[in-house]
């Protein structure tokens, strides 16, 4: 298994600024991810994390609007930029852990709640 | 990655089995079923995966035909607890990324 510790839990923000998110796992992980789930709605891959290269983004997602970092295998963070009310989800970082018995299985954070005014 | 198919709710009770199918038509040979269930304000957490027939283990089962086009979760004897959105899910059996689809939102009522 897996301690994903992600920060903030929560936030308010204005729009126009920026927030930064931190993922940090307390094992060692093949891969990450960032997930944005909307009030009622299921999640969407935004991105997977490169350790030590870009970030790889899913159609919708580009880089200067949520730019990614991962420095090393356990760590990594999502910067949700110039924001705006229609931001205002909850974001989830995901990983997947080295020997984990079941291949299908990835853990995941309990979720940043950013809101936008 | 296979495009999946559930009911978008089902409602229980107590103690009843609950059953939730979910259609994969499309999935790969080399693609696991897996299911994910996810409470309020929590991130989703793996329940059960299989490729085919038949897998239990201490929270549920999975049954999957032989032709691997659907895949049942089976729930025995759900309590109040159960309540959540339940997620059917193709993944690679190399890994990568899942694709979340709408899920399936199961109400257990007393």
């Known amino acids: 298994s897996a301690v994903i510790s992600q920060k903030p839990s929560r936030d308010i923000c204005q729009r126009g600024t920026s927030l930064t998110i931190q993922c940090q796992v307390d094992?060692?992980?093949?891969?990450m991810f960032w997930y944005r789930q909307q009030p009622g709605q299921s999640l969407t891959l935004i991105a997977t994390a490169n350790q030590g290269s870009e970030a790889t983004y899913e159609s919708g997602f580009v880089i200067d609007k949520f730019p990614i970092s991962r420095p090393n295998l356990t760590f990594s963070t999502l910067t949700v930029s110039n924001m705006s009310p229609e931001d205002s989800s909850i974001y989830l970082c995901s990983v997947e852990v080295v020997g984990t018995p079941n291949t299908g299985e990835l853990f995941f954070g309990e979720g940043s709640r950013l809101t936008v005014l | 990655l296979a495009k999946t198919t559930q009911p978008i709710s089902m409602d229980s009770y107590e103690g009843q089995e609950v059953n939730i199918t979910c259609s994969h038509n499309n999935i790969a040979t080399n693609d696991y079923i897996t299911w994910y269930q996810q409470f309020p304000s929590q991130g989703p957490r793996f329940i059960i995966q299989g490729y085919k027939t038949k897998v239990t283990n201490e929270v549920a089962s999975l049954f999957i035909p032989a032709d691997r086009k659907s895949s049942t979760l089976s729930l025995p004897r759900v309590s109040l607890s159960d309540t959540a959105v339940y997620y059917c899910?193709?993944?690679?059996?190399?890994?990568?990324?899942?694709?979340f689809g709408q899920g399936t939102e199961l109400s257990v009522k007393p």
């Open positions: 899910l193709p993944r690679n059996e190399q890994g990568g990324k899942l694709i």
């Open positions: 094992s060692q992980v093949t891969m």
